[in-house]
Each structure stands twice: as structure tokens, then as C-alpha cells.
């Protein structure tokens, strides 16, 4: 059984940075497609960004240039510049697996909160 662990989040003022973690065990990270959503109160869970077994990432379009997804091994980061107060969210970290047979593999953490605020 797959777990996933968020680590990083904090206050930070507007214009600043925060680096969020997220540690994989149970599973082999590598070969799941990875991803970081975002859910702000009273709003839909909505992709941050994601990474495919073969590295290549993907972000929502509105994130492009300020958000950095990364992974290393059993670790995926998400380092976060300029930061606005409408990025304050809860943010959670995903790994998703389509087997063959049809046999899918959904792990979410238990989220990180990031408040952007003076």
C-alpha cells in the first residue's frame, strides 16, 4: 500500500517562495505519474502540475513561470516563486497508475497548507 507524505507549507508573504515536499513509500514512484493539486476553501481540487514515468511535466497554464515541479527517486518537490495571496490553498500530492486488466493505483497525501498573506 502506497503512502504519501507532504511536507513544507507555511505562511509566506506575497512575492516570496516555498519549497513543498511529498516522500513516496510503499511504491516504486518512478513508474506513477506524479502531480501536486491545490484546493482553496469553497473551490473545485484543480491540478498544480504533474510529472509521467518518463519525466516529462506538464503544469496548469496559469502557473507556468512561477511554479517548478521536481523528483528525485521516492521524492517529488514543488518550489514555488513569487507567490500570490490566490495560491493559498491546501496543496496534495498525488500518484496515479493505470495497471494492465484495467487495475488503477490512486494514493493522495494528506495535504499541506500554504497561506500567502501580510
Known amino acids: 500500500q502506497g503512502q504519501l507524505v507532504e511536507s513544507g507549507g507555511g505562511l509566506v508573504q506575497p512575492g516570496g517562495s516555498l519549497r513543498l515536499s511529498c516522500v513516496a513509500s510503499?511504491?516504486?514512484?518512478?513508474?506513477?505519474?506524479m502531480g501536486w493539486y491545490r484546493q482553496a476553501p469553497g473551490k473545485q481540487r484543480e491540478l498544480v502540475a504533474s510529472?509521467?514515468?518518463?519525466?516529462t511535466t506538464d503544469y496548469a497554464d496559469s502557473l507556468k513561470g512561477r511554479f517548478t515541479l521536481s523528483r528525485a527517486k521516492n521524492t517529488m518537490y514543488l518550489q514555488m516563486n513569487d507567490l500570490k495571496p490566490e495560491d493559498t490553498a491546501v496543496y496534495y500530492c498525488?500518484?496515479?497508475?493505470?495497471?494492465?486488466?484495467?487495475?488503477?493505483?490512486?494514493?493522495w497525501g494528506q495535504g499541506t497548507q500554504v497561506t500567502v498573506s501580510s
Open positions: 498525488n500518484a496515479f497508475r493505470r495497471r494492465v486488466g484495467g487495475i488503477v493505483n490512486d494514493y
Open positions: 510503499g511504491i516504486i514512484a518512478e513508474i506513477y505519474k
Open positions: 510529472v509521467n514515468g518518463d519525466g
